[in-house]
T-cell receptor
């Protein structure tokens, strides 16, 4: 069935270091992969996304890579800052079938000063 | 501000009661999704509507129901409430499902069942 595994529930890094969060998806029909950031008590907000015809996408300190063969995609944050501390959710979205977004279970990133 | 509105912001009620949560999607968005987020948990997909029709169901309990009206706003009805239903309920909208693209989340309704 449709499933997105987000392997790390918590990740702690020192300020200035890089953070990588990886997700694995099962539905090969998935071709849109967003990452959402959720601060405590707030709504999830899109920070970056990638479509299946692209292998990597960057936006300043944030990047996402996609390996379609292995069915995994990763969020990369460089030069982490305290304000990057939040819960990050990955998701996979097929462009056929039910069209629902399948979310991972979330990774709590803690950036230590 | 995402353009998605949800009311009420907070709701406190007792076990056994029934409540209705309301969501208005962004202007132009035809698809509405409902999610449940329990404390320190992930986003559990409940149900999706597209242009008034149910499109997909997730782990939605039989005590819960939803609908999307002709003006595209949506309501999530929760009945026979239990303590475990206490959670943050998010509504999200997107333009057209199946094309990828951002889901815009509302601010959520925090439901507390006492």
């Amino acid at each position: 069935g449709e499933n997105v595994e987000q392997h790390l529930s918590t990740l702690s890094v020192q300020e200035g270091d890089s953070a990588v969060i990886k997700c694995t998806y099962s539905d090969s029909a998935s071709n849109y992969f967003p990452w959402y950031k959720q601060e405590l008590g707030k709504r999830p907000q899109l920070i970056i996304d990638i479509r299946s015809n692209v292998g990597e996408k960057k936006d300043q300190r944030i990047a996402v890579t996609l390996n379609k063969t292995a069915k995994h995609f990763s969020l990369h944050i460089t030069e982490t800052q305290p304000e990057d501390s939040a819960v990050y959710f990955c998701a996979a979205h097929p462009t056929s079938g039910t069209y629902k977004y399948i979310f991972g279970t979330g990774t709590r990133l803690k950036v230590l000063a | 501000d995402s353009g998605v509105t949800q009311t009420p912001k907070h709701l406190i009620t007792a076990t056994g009661q029934r409540v209705t949560l309301r969501c208005s999607p962004r202007s132009g968005d035809l698809s509405v999704y409902w999610y449940q987020q329990s404390l320190d948990q992930g986003l559990q997909f409940l149900i999706q509507y597209y242009n008034g029709e149910e499109r997909a169901k997730g782990n939605i309990l039989e005590r819960f129901s939803a609908q999307q009206f002709p003006d595209l706003h949506s309501e999530l009805n929760l009945s026979s409430l239990e303590l475990g239903d206490s959670a943050l309920y998010f509504c999200a909208s997107s333009v057209v499902p199946g094309q990828g693209g951002e889901q815009f989340f509302g601010p959520g309704t925090r439901l507390t069942v006492l």
